[in-house]
């Protein structure tokens, strides 16, 4: 049978090919069709509009710029370890984000401020280096042209021990950091000792931007073929240095102007081993007359420590860290006098070392020698004696701020807590006479049981009516952290903690709020740490 062609088959032009009693239906359908387009388009052009609306005003993020976006993005690949690749490498930032789609391929490529700061870490698992120079090249190249004109930020990490085979590595950067040098804004490089002598080859050159340098040796160097000689005296304009040395067989120079200097690290960055400050140290330290902040890594004292004493007349905030367990004060405390010091920390970079021999006197013969007004003081992790902390606090009495993680965790804190206490049974004197008057923040911590009460005690002495009581101003913040090294404490012990809090908070509550003092609320804390807790450890 022949095809009889219908409506569907024929466009409008063909129409004349059908009887005249079915052209009118064709006619109708076409129009219909042509008003559903019509009226489709006009409800996706009115839904855009109301997604656009929705995203202005309900979408804050929405707004941000995209330059912003992008660091955001950057910040998330350097801190994910879901994108981290087998070896441990993590992906370029922009390079990820180029990928996404092609608007932000465009943003990537047209914005000259988002190839500012290059990131490269190369972490311990990465064994092989035959890639490392490419790599390294491309992006920095890359980097280098995209970010035209602009400063430019570097930090290079490497974890891995010293191999001949990184020397190429080192090789690419030192010519890119010559040819180069007018660019760099601050340069953060972390790497083996045993490269210094090559690593430094890249100065003298003109720093002339530079306002920020890191160079770290990462493990210990017992001998280096040359005398490391770091050149930065064209860098004017420096105001950060941190530096941790090779090691202490190892006699290293380095030039520049320390007067111009606000911010001095040595040997305080991660090591795979004892840091040594040598007595060449000392003497740069000396001529930093203008530093307020400075982070000393403490370790054995130098075969000739300095005679006579330093003097940072402009120093705000001290840093001390106990490197190694024979570290000892004496070497790097001694000569100093900080009239302006106003923050001191002590830790011991995660060591666990309960030796209180470390040091007798020395930080309470600073304050008294340097007369300064301490104000806030952290202690965390470092043997410290009771006597030396109440020496401490006898000599600052403007402290508004105190931080003390024992070590050992079993410190009898007795004396140190009744001290603090302003209870009127404790106090046992004249008002105003209450170890740190002004003190407002707090944080104590002990894995011993009775000590929590007695700490949680203290602190309700020194608010609302009870500190005006006792003469001292009332806490802001309070913090109590319980180490259950023995995981032998039960539920309900953990649930009569908390209720004491709440109870505690509530009182403080209502009290401040019948007196009209809710800006002096207080923010009270309990923390329990359960290191090695057994549901963690593999036991055969």
């Known amino acids: 049978m022949p095809h009889s062609p219908s409506a569907v088959d024929l466009s409008p032009n063909d129409s004349w090919r059908l009887p005249p009693d079915r052209r009118r239906p064709l006619e109708d359908s076409t129009s219909i069709v042509a008003i559903e387009t019509l009226d489709h388009s006009i409800d996706m052009a009115v839904d855009a509009n109301r997604l656009q609306e929705h995203l202005q005003h309900h979408s804050p993020i929405t707004r941000l710029p995209l330059e912003v976006l992008a660091y955001i993005f950057e910040l998330y690949v350097a801190s994910s370890k879901e994108l981290s690749r087998p070896d441990g490498m993590l992906p370029q930032g922009l390079f990820c984000l180029a990928q996404v789609c092609t608007l932000w391929r465009a943003v990537v490529e047209s914005d000259p401020h988002l190839w500012t700061s290059i990131h490269f870490h190369f972490p311990d698992s990465r064994q092989s280096r035959e890639e490392d120079v490419p790599m390294v090249q491309f992006v920095l190249d890359l980097h280098l042209i995209r970010s035209g004109a602009l400063p430019i930020s570097l930090t290079f990490t490497d974890d891995r021990m010293y191999h001949s085979a990184t020397s190429d590595l080192i090789s690419l950067l030192v010519d890119r950091l010559r040819m180069h040098a007018q660019r760099w804004k601050c340069i953060s490089l972390q790497l083996a000792g045993d490269y210094f002598p090559l690593l430094f080859t890249f100065t003298p050159c003109n720093l002339s931007s530079l306002e920020y340098l890191s160079i770290n040796g990462n493990a210990v160097t017992f001998s280096l073929p040359i005398m490391p000689q770091l050149n930065l005296e064209s860098a004017a304009n420096l105001k950060s240095f941190s530096y941790t040395g090779p090691g202490p067989s190892v006699e290293d120079r380095i030039y520049l102007h320390w007067e111009n200097l606000a911010e001095l690290s040595f040997e305080f960055a991660s090591h795979f081993g004892g840091s040594f400050v040598s007595r060449q140290r000392l003497i740069d330290l000396a001529r930093c007359r203008n530093i307020t902040t400075c982070s000393l890594g403490i370790d054995q004292p130098p075969p000739s420590v300095v005679t006579g004493s330093i003097t940072l007349p402009c120093l705000q905030t001290l840093r001390v860290r106990r490197v190694t367990g024979p570290a000892l004060a004496h070497g790097m405390i001694d000569p100093l006098i900080l009239p302006q010091l106003q923050n001191l920390e002590i830790d011991a970079s995660n060591l666990d070392i309960g030796n209180q021999y470390w040091h007798n006197r020395n930080f309470s013969r600073l304050l008294a020698r340097s007369g300064c007004s301490l104000l806030r003081l952290s202690i965390q992790d470092v043997g410290f004696r009771n006597d030396e902390l109440l020496r ?64 949680t005690t203290m602190f309700r002495s020194r608010t609302g009516a009870r500190a005006r009581a006792a003469g001292v101003a009332t806490l802001q913040r309070a913090e109590v952290v319980f180490f259950d090294l023995w995981h032998d404490r039960s539920e309900d012990w953990f649930e009569r903690v908390v209720n004491s809090l709440a109870q505690w908070m509530s009182e403080n509550k209502s009290e401040n709020g019948r007196e009209g003092e809710d800006e002096h609320l207080l923010e009270a804390s309990v923390v329990v740490d359960s290191p090695y807790l057994p549901a963690y450890i593999d036991v055969q």
């Open 392 to 455: 401490c606090f006898s000599l600052s009495p403007a402290l508004t701020s105190f931080r003390f993680i024992p070590c050992p965790r079993s410190q009898d804190l007795s004396d140190v807590i009744r001290k603090l206490d302003a209870s009127p049974r404790n106090r046992g004197r004249r008002r105003g006479h209450v170890a740190l008057p002004q003190l407002r923040e707090i944080t104590m911590a002990s894995s011993v049981e009775r000590h929590l009460d007695s700490i």
